[in-house]
């Protein structure tokens, strides 16, 4: 018995912003840990107070772009295309209850539907995700004239931490506390959405991985939330 096989189609999905922001994200938050990384282990790494500024000027620029393109994508996410939308990442929408239990029955069944954009699981990963980097670049942009006086709230700070000895232990050390615990949540929550692609792609198929590079996801089946027609 001959067994016909599923033809292959390909389906755009990523539009270039959102491949750009993901890449930039993903290189921002791989430099801004690093240089996090020794700022905070100065000593044992025997960095001078010269390398210090140098490590802490450095970081603060990285953290603009880091901003940036944070708040380019979540100004994409109302203009761009169909899958950069809201309505494509956020877990909010009627019927998205019964769509993650779908999902979650035919992920422990082995005969998964892949979607186009996020699967219900992965919208969830990526909505907390979201909240940690807007919450990581408010605390950053807020810390970055604490220590030099640079935008957008240098001048300010440093006007309130002269005229109060308090504000600093006051204000700015919870915040720091919040940055840097909020950077560890940023690297677990990071770790499970790696796993999650790969698992998903191993599972599901559709060039997930490269997707990210060319736009385009490859299915032999219709995708969940293709409303395309195509077969």
């Known amino acids: 018995m001959v067994m016909s096989k599923r033809s292959l189609v390909s389906y755009p999905v990523w539009d270039k912003p959102t491949r750009w922001f993901h890449w930039i994200n993903l290189i921002c938050v791989a430099a801004l840990a690093?240089?996090?990384?020794?700022?905070?282990?100065?000593?044992?790494?025997?960095?001078?107070?010269?390398?210090?500024?140098?490590?802490?000027?450095t970081h603060?620029?990285?953290?603009?772009?880091?901003?940036?393109?944070?708040?380019?994508?979540?100004?994409?996410?109302?203009?761009?295309?169909k899958q950069a939308r809201w309505s494509a990442i956020l877990p909010f929408q009627t019927g998205y209850g019964a769509a993650f239990k779908t999902y979650l029955r035919e992920l422990i069944?082995?005969?998964?539907?892949?979607?186009?954009?996020?699967?219900?699981?992965a919208r969830l990963s990526i909505s907390i995700l979201l909240v940690l980097l807007v919450l990581e670049a408010t605390t950053g942009l807020v810390l970055a004239g604490s220590a030099i006086d640079y935008p957008p709230f240098g001048h300010w700070i440093a006007a309130r931490i002269a005229a109060s000895r308090s504000f600093?232990?006051?204000?700015?050390?919870?915040?720091w506390t919040i940055h840097r615990w909020n950077f560890y949540a940023i690297v677990?929550?990071?770790?499970f959405h790696v796993a999650g692609v790969v698992l998903?792609?191993?599972?599901?198929?559709?060039?997930?991985?490269?997707a990210m590079f060319t736009g385009n996801k490859v299915f032999d089946r219709q995708p969940r939330d293709d409303i395309s027609g195509r077969k």
């Open 34 to 57: 690093a240089v996090g990384i020794a700022i905070l282990y100065k000593q044992e790494l025997g960095v001078t107070r010269d390398g210090k500024i140098l490590l802490i000027t």
């Open 60 to 81: 603060v620029w990285l953290g603009y772009l880091f901003a940036v393109n944070l708040a380019w994508r979540i100004i994409w996410a109302f203009i761009g295309n």
């Open 109 to 121: 069944q082995g005969d998964v539907r892949p979607y186009l954009g996020h699967n219900p699981i």
């Open 168 to 175: 600093e232990h006051t204000y700015l050390a919870p915040l």
């Open 188 to 191: 677990i929550v990071s770790a």
């Open 200 to 210: 998903t792609e191993l599972r599901e198929g559709g060039g997930i991985i490269s």
